[in-house]
């Protein structure tokens, strides 16, 4: 492959090597791209089983995945952001989260939990699962009996001490007995409440009923497809009633952005504000209500991989991003931005000691245009220089400013009537790639679920010369002021807070 060539993907499919220039992507690549009415889950099992299409996730579909410490990062900023906004606090030591999952991205609830300071109890049918996150020390304790678990939660919330607790067991069979300790003794164990089991596929594994063991469902799902579907839509219903109940007595419950509340209302769960016929939720999309705060200020998921390989390069990036992150605090910024890149300074200075990586020495925090621009100048010069031993690719995850249109999370907090439009993702991603993008791609599906979502990505390689200097600016200029920009005649709901900054940004591109 030559820097005059660019190589094709459909789907996971290469469809070759094609002529091209320099300045072009040196790949393309598209996952799930069907035709609007045929974007359904039985279509994708047929597609996908003839082999002529793949569910590209996120970051995992453009070659950007690095491993659960960006749903890490992610999740820490969704809890310390919930406990201020919920409970009206910045210390959560004492307060209890109650969530399901710890697999390849619901696994690091338990890390993020903990980093917060507060007590996390995540439930998980898996015992390789769960014994995973155990050895890896992400998950501290776990228990197999649900009495032990309601004596372990209230022994935490006394000692106000963070700690993880894995209960090997069906979320379900936790909020139920949450339900019947408050109606026993009047104790609400439970503060904030979320579920990250993979409801974007709920038939096929992503989610397994209360009825039946993980074992049993494993059997049932293949062999009488439609009998474990009932059990998974009765087990929705019992799990969201017994939610309701605990949010009823001052708890407070968002949705994951991983479909819980979609798949829970076409399972027939009181989900919905009114009646069913009612296309809102009665609970918030973390997006929605957390995370679009900090979107609207055009914060989101930078992050970097090292090529080198080599952790001393990654330890010299983490002191960059301190310095430039400490700069900017030193300069004037209206308080909303001074609190995130607070939020995101004291991160980066704890993330070597967190033990967050995996394979690829990458980082990942949250920034807005100007931290993202200046942080990958500054590894484009240390690359010149040779403080770095090799180059640094700066991508994102999708799930950003303004990477993804998905009106049940990103977009979920869309008022002007656009939120099912995809105009917004894929212009980000043609924009990106005559910008400077080494690479860009486009995805059906991602989080919510294939046709639920349209979402895009790129990679930067920064080699030290001063054209990837160049790319770098003109590219990353774009692929924030797309998001924040559209923010505006969108509607976002978090939008009028932030126009001042909105217009900064703009300005600057």
């Given at each position: 492959?030559?820097?005059?060539?660019?190589?094709?993907?459909?789907?996971?499919?290469?469809?070759?090597?094609?002529?091209?220039?320099?300045?072009?992507?040196?790949?393309?690549?598209?996952?799930?791209?069907?035709?609007?009415?045929?974007?359904?889950?039985?279509?994708?099992?047929?597609?996908?089983?003839?082999?002529?299409?793949?569910?590209?996730?996120?970051?995992?579909?453009?070659?950007?995945?690095?491993?659960?410490?960006?749903?890490?990062?992610?999740?820490?900023?969704?809890?310390?952001?919930?406990?201020?906004?919920?409970?009206?606090?910045?210390?959560?030591?004492?307060?209890?989260?109650?969530?399901?999952?710890?697999?390849?991205?619901?696994?690091?609830?338990?890390?993020?939990?903990?980093?917060?300071?507060?007590?996390?109890?995540?439930?998980?049918?898996?015992?390789?699962?769960?014994?995973?996150?155990?050895?890896?020390?992400?998950?501290?304790?776990?228990?197999?009996?649900?009495?032990?678990?309601?004596?372990?939660?209230?022994?935490?919330?006394?000692?106000?001490?963070?700690?993880?607790?894995?209960?090997?067991?069906?979320?379900?069979?936790?909020?139920?007995?949450?339900?019947?300790?408050?109606?026993?003794?009047?104790?609400?164990?439970?503060?904030?409440?979320?579920?990250?089991?993979?409801?974007?596929?709920?038939?096929?594994?992503?989610?397994?009923?209360?009825?039946?063991?993980?074992?049993?469902?494993?059997?049932?799902?293949?062999?009488?497809?439609?009998?474990?579907?009932?059990?998974?839509?009765?087990?929705?219903?019992?799990?969201?009633?017994?939610?309701?109940?605990?949010?009823?007595?001052?708890?407070?419950?968002?949705?994951?952005?991983?479909?819980?509340?979609l798949e829970a209302g076409r399972?027939?769960?009181?989900?919905?504000?009114?009646?069913?016929?009612?296309?809102?939720?009665?609970?918030?999309?973390?997006?929605?209500?957390?995370?679009?705060?900090?979107?609207?200020?055009?914060?989101?998921?930078?992050?970097?991989?090292?090529?080198?390989?080599?952790?001393?390069?990654?330890?010299?990036?983490?002191?960059?991003?301190?310095?430039?992150?400490?700069?900017?605090?030193?300069?004037?910024?209206?308080?909303?931005?001074?609190?995130?890149?607070?939020?995101?300074?004291?991160?980066?200075?704890?993330?070597?000691?967190?033990?967050?990586?995996v394979g690829s020495q990458a980082?990942?925090?949250?920034?807005?245009?100007?931290?993202?621009?200046?942080?990958?100048?500054?590894?484009?010069?240390?690359?010149?220089?040779?403080?770095?031993?090799?180059?640094?690719?700066?991508?994102?995850?999708?799930?950003?400013?303004?990477?993804?249109?998905?009106?049940?999370?990103?977009?979920?907090?869309?008022?002007?009537?656009?939120?099912?439009?995809?105009?917004?993702?894929?212009?980000?991603?043609?924009?990106?790639?005559?910008?400077?993008?080494?690479?860009?791609?486009?995805?059906?599906?991602?989080?919510?679920?294939?046709?639920?979502?349209?979402?895009?990505?790129?990679?930067?390689?920064?080699?030290?010369?001063?054209?990837?200097?160049?790319?770098?600016?003109?590219?990353?200029?774009?692929?924030?002021?797309?998001?924040?920009?559209?923010?505006?005649?969108?509607?976002?709901?978090?939008?009028?807070?932030?126009?001042?900054?909105?217009?900064?940004?703009?300005?600057?591109?």
């Amino acid at each position: 492959m030559t820097s005059e060539q660019t190589l094709v993907m459909y789907s996971g499919h290469p469809l070759g090597l094609f002529p091209s220039t320099p300045d072009a992507p040196r790949a393309i690549i598209t996952n799930g791209m069907v035709i609007p009415n045929y974007s359904s889950h039985e279509m994708y099992e047929r597609l996908f089983a003839l082999g002529v299409t793949m569910y590209g996730q996120m970051t995992a579909g453009s070659y950007c995945y690095i491993g659960p410490q960006g749903i890490v990062h992610g999740t820490t900023l969704t809890i310390m952001n919930a406990g201020r906004k919920y409970l009206g606090q910045e210390d959560l030591s004492g307060k209890v989260l109650v969530t399901s999952g710890l697999g390849g991205m619901s696994g690091a609830q338990a890390k993020a939990a903990v980093i917060c300071g507060c007590v996390g109890v995540i439930a998980e049918v898996s015992a390789d699962a769960l014994e995973k996150r155990f050895v890896q020390g992400w998950l501290m304790e776990k228990v197999t009996d649900l009495d032990q678990l309601v004596a372990r939660i209230r022994k935490a919330r006394r000692d106000r001490r963070p700690v993880s607790i894995g209960y090997h067991g069906n979320v379900v069979d936790v909020w139920e007995k949450l339900v019947d300790e408050m109606d026993r003794t009047g104790d609400l164990l439970v503060d904030l409440g979320t579920d990250q089991t993979s409801c974007h596929n709920p038939f096929l594994g992503g989610y397994y009923p209360v009825q039946l063991s993980y074992e049993e469902s494993r059997i049932l799902m293949h062999s009488n497809s439609e009998q474990f579907r009932e059990f998974v839509r009765i087990s929705l219903r019992r799990q969201v009633a017994a939610i309701n109940r605990l949010s009823g007595a001052g708890m407070s419950f968002w949705d994951y952005g991983n479909a819980f509340l979609l798949e829970a209302g076409r399972a027939g769960a009181d989900v919905f504000k009114g009646d069913s016929a009612s296309s809102e939720f009665r609970f918030p999309s973390y997006v929605q209500d957390i995370m679009g705060d900090i979107f609207s200020l055009g914060f989101g998921p930078f992050r970097w991989v090292c090529t080198s390989g080599e952790e001393k390069d990654l330890v010299e990036t983490d002191r960059i991003a301190t310095e430039i992150f400490e700069s900017v605090l030193k300069n004037e910024v209206p308080p909303p931005v001074e609190q995130q890149y607070n939020d995101n300074l004291r991160w980066i200075k704890e993330a070597g000691s967190h033990q967050l990586v995996v394979g690829s020495q990458a980082r990942i925090l949250y920034s807005d245009q100007r931290g993202r621009i200046q942080l990958a100048l500054a590894f484009n010069k240390a690359v010149s220089s040779g403080t770095l031993r090799g180059p640094v690719v700066v991508s994102r995850d999708h799930h950003d400013v303004s990477g993804t249109d998905s009106p049940f999370r990103e977009t979920s907090n869309v008022y002007d009537g656009s939120a099912f439009c995809a105009d917004m993702a894929v212009q980000n991603v043609i924009g990106d790639s005559f910008r400077g993008a080494t690479w860009v791609a486009l995805h059906n599906g991602g989080g919510v679920g294939w046709g639920e979502v349209i979402n895009g990505g790129f990679g930067l390689v920064l080699d030290g010369s001063e054209d990837a200097g160049r790319r770098a600016k003109q590219m990353l200029a774009w692929d924030v002021s797309n998001g924040v920009r559209t923010a505006d005649p969108r509607c976002f709901r978090f939008f009028h807070r932030y126009r001042n900054n909105v217009g900064q940004t703009l300005w600057a591109s």
